[in-house]
């Protein structure tokens, strides 16, 4: 059973439009979420966080979202950029350490001029 | 800047046969992992470490070994390769410093035939 789920395999996007990726759990016990970008052939490289305590995070072009009563999280990209191409993963972790991060199967976002 | 560093990149296994997964970080980070990535499956956790000599299961531990005698170096041996395990492999790291953040090796492709 998925911990984590990532219910959107693909979405696309117009450039300068708004991207909006959704990511679910199930476990209440998370307290910490992420969210990584990732490049055909490279690792995941981290883009931004959000503690359970909070329920957004910005940081530049990207927020993230959480409501915990729906164990729901999202992030929002905008104005989208051709650059922004990737898989995204969202990972969940909890008290038992957040090297045990639980991943979701990742979204891949195109955005088209 | 290495960060965290994977060999070999690409290696061709035949059913039955054992190698190891080399990974080096040079952060100086007490937390290391190693994750393996499937289509449609997101990363798993395979085998983790919180310190030098301290090693536990991760959510996929069955056909692999770990061992952490340094603090920069966290080793995946795979005993008997089987083409189920045919994926490819992250080793990732995070230290008090770097907070929550894990950080990922590029990957090591690997296929069992």
């Known amino acids: 059973d998925q911990q984590v789920k990532q219910n959107s395999p693909s979405l696309s996007v117009q450039e300068g439009r708004i991207s909006i990726l959704n990511c679910d759990y199930t476990?209440?016990?998370?307290?910490?979420f992420l969210w990584y970008k990732k490049y055909p052939a490279e690792g995941p490289t981290f883009l931004i966080s959000?503690?359970?305590?909070?329920d957004k995070n910005e940081d530049g072009r990207f927020t993230v979202f959480l409501n915990k009563s729906a164990k729901h999280l999202s992030l929002h990209i905008v104005p989208s950029q051709p650059g922004d191409s990737a898989v995204y993963f969202c990972a969940a972790g909890g008290s038992g350490g957040y090297n045990k991060l639980i991943f979701g199967a990742g979204t891949r976002l195109a955005v088209h001029p | 800047n290495a960060g965290v560093t994977q060999t070999p990149k690409f290696q061709v296994l035949k059913t039955g046969q054992s190698m190891t997964l080399q990974c080096a970080q040079d952060m100086n980070h007490e937390y290391m992992s190693w994750y393996r990535q499937d289509p449609g499956m997101g990363l798993r956790l395979i085998h983790y470490?919180?310190?030098?000599?301290?090693?536990d299961q991760g959510e996929v531990p069955n056909g692999y070994n770990v061992s952490r005698s340094t603090t920069e170096d966290f080793p995946l041996r795979l005993l008997s390769a089987a083409p189920s395990q045919t994926s490819v492999y992250f080793c990732a790291s995070r230290g008090a410093v770097s907070g929550n953040t894990i950080y990922f090796g590029e990957g090591s492709w690997l296929t069992v035939v």
């Open positions: 476990n209440s016990m998370f307290d910490y």
């Open positions: 470490s919180v310190g030098a000599g301290i090693t």
């Open positions: 959000i503690s359970s305590i909070k």
